[in-house]
């Protein structure tokens, strides 16, 4: 897939399929980040605490949510970073997730107006409840159409 | 440990060790968020593109970034977001990465100014060359003194 | 182990040890496959199919199934082939399934047939409940006795 | 998706995008089905062998390779099987390999041929190299058009 | 850290947070060891044994027990070897384990008591209920101060 | 299989197929534990140690090589502990290792002699270089023959 900056139609709206996040994910994000927080490992200490349960790590989360997302590749744009990444709600093991992304925006690219743009893609991570667990603004650097 | 929002000080640094990324992290990450795009997995393709190898997803250092400085618990404080993430320089198989992090400063908790502030703590992933592959901030609400 | 083509007897069985299919099991199946369809991920959309819940991937059965039964090496045996792999019933988390083979023939291998003869085994994986959940035809490249 | 029995054509093709086999996947692999031969985990032994390193299990091959297809979900449409699986030439570590599918035929399906037929796609895994690695024949049970 | 044998104090004590060991890390040992007895893997047999449910591997507490006081690293000291392992009470799954270790006594090296001692840590792993599943006691070859 | 205290043959032998250890099995392992210390994990760090390159956890090797001998089972015997345990030489990634196990010893048990007695299996697990990286002693409670 090629699309261009010139291509990108704010609004535009792309959904995941359903994940339901377990306890073997939550197992596996510690052994694969080092983060072994009773939040996230201790299920006793968990029943003390004000969610009452173990709870998924907010960069578990922002990971699946980004790859569920990871669908056709386009040829010319490129992953430049995140912005307003927030922690809305948390995520228990049982809970299923689903990613919804919007075009919110273009920009000019400063550092080289005449080959690149910006696109902000909205994304928001909603749980089987509705609610919203998860929301980010995911930035693009894309190439401008040849001229 | 407990440090209340009056507690922090700005500059304070905290540095991990070392951790070498390996094909095997790329692979797990891969499977724990269904991004198989070539530009992880597919060595023959990336040998035609500008890196010339297989590069670590954005996600997989941000994630052992954050969980690298994952040590003492501080028992008032909670993760409320992350800013400014940005993917400077690709991590390829075999960098070492470290990451350092900064209390760059604090803020009024504009909802709940009576018991919350916010820190900013920048975050920086440097590799074995001494380049920076990825900055970002991390935002933590922080319980204030009680009075 | 050396067990020659003319070795073989038909009707010759082995028999697993049971293992049960946890949601691990699936999450890292997924992970290994890429296929992270919402028949093996999301407990939610399975609520509303047919079978009420999530079901293992079908190459996930056969592998399980198969590896079940590496016990010891006959070195003058390949693994040539699968035939026949039926889908009979869907394994569920909590399943555990057991792999019965029995030798079911034997046959000249027309390529070369002096050195070597094919075995068919049979494999059946069934589940605690006693029904079938999948059969294949196990295809051997076997050497004959030197002559 | 929902593609009707009826809306198959012949010919029509698919194909993967490119994976790398890492030493970390069969290392996966025989965690998940429990086998451990020498000829996939013992470098030292392979050595000795024909084939001079370690090969990836012929389940690790056929799992990815019809994973490697799982794209759009054809809501009317459901694996069936497999047929003619044959393990044509070894995967070794590092090598890279794509999927190729072809709607090769279609069939009647005598249990209830007033809803169902069955089409056959033929499932190509090849190399880096040209050579073929796997062939096999997933058969899908998909339902006819309503009348 | 630096903590020669001089400087260690018997009685000291380092207490880990809590982890529940959980179906999927059970799993994850069964795949890296190759032990896939029906104690560990098979829920219809171990209904008919005496505990009545899947037990985690000696190896996986063990291993988790000693990782679990993974902390701050010492410089001038290394692992030289366990003694007198004893597996006091099954863990199953969705136990919560902690470990505690005390320095319980120093002796001399014989082999070069110039430079080295050795340090006796008894390390304990109990569950949530109060019972202790393990007992070892870890031996650190430790420098002694420079003169 | 049953084999009863009284059935154990001082110097009876029994040996694992080989195995390489990988920088995979390594990830993993200190996935599991927690374990992320940079002699196993941080390839540069490593290179200004004595060894100069990373080095698999002390309960990596233990597991792995307890779980290569984890064949056929005795319903007679559980396992009571291990004595003895020293890491003699490290393990690297690539080396691969064997598992001999010969019974050393039987002895009475105190605690219930008409019922039980302890069996003490001497287990060495080499190097690929015939270099002996770990020595244990595993002790079995064996079942006496019934009178």
Known sequence: MTEYFED???????????RTITEADIVLHAGQT???YPHH?????CQSQPFGQRIAH?????????????????????SYGYDNIRFLR??????????????????EYSKDP?????????????KQTGETALVLTHIY???KKPK
Request: net charge negative; hydrophobic share 45%.
């Open 90 to 107: 948390p995520v228990f093991i049982g809970d299923t997730i689903t990613a919804t992304a919007s075009i919110a925006g273009t920009r």
């Open 58 to 78: 907010g960069t578990l989360v922002l990971s699946v949510g980004v790859g569920m997302l990871a669908g056709e590749i386009n040829d010319v744009a490129m």
């Open 8 to 18: 990108y139609e704010i609004g535009a709206i792309r959904t995941s399929h359903g």
């Open 41 to 45: 490992m201790d299920k006793e200490f």
């Open 114 to 126: 005449e080959r690149y743009g910006l696109v902000d893609e909205k994304l928001e991570v909603t």
């Open 141 to 143: 650097l894309v190439e």
């Open 34 to 36: 080092g983060d072994f």
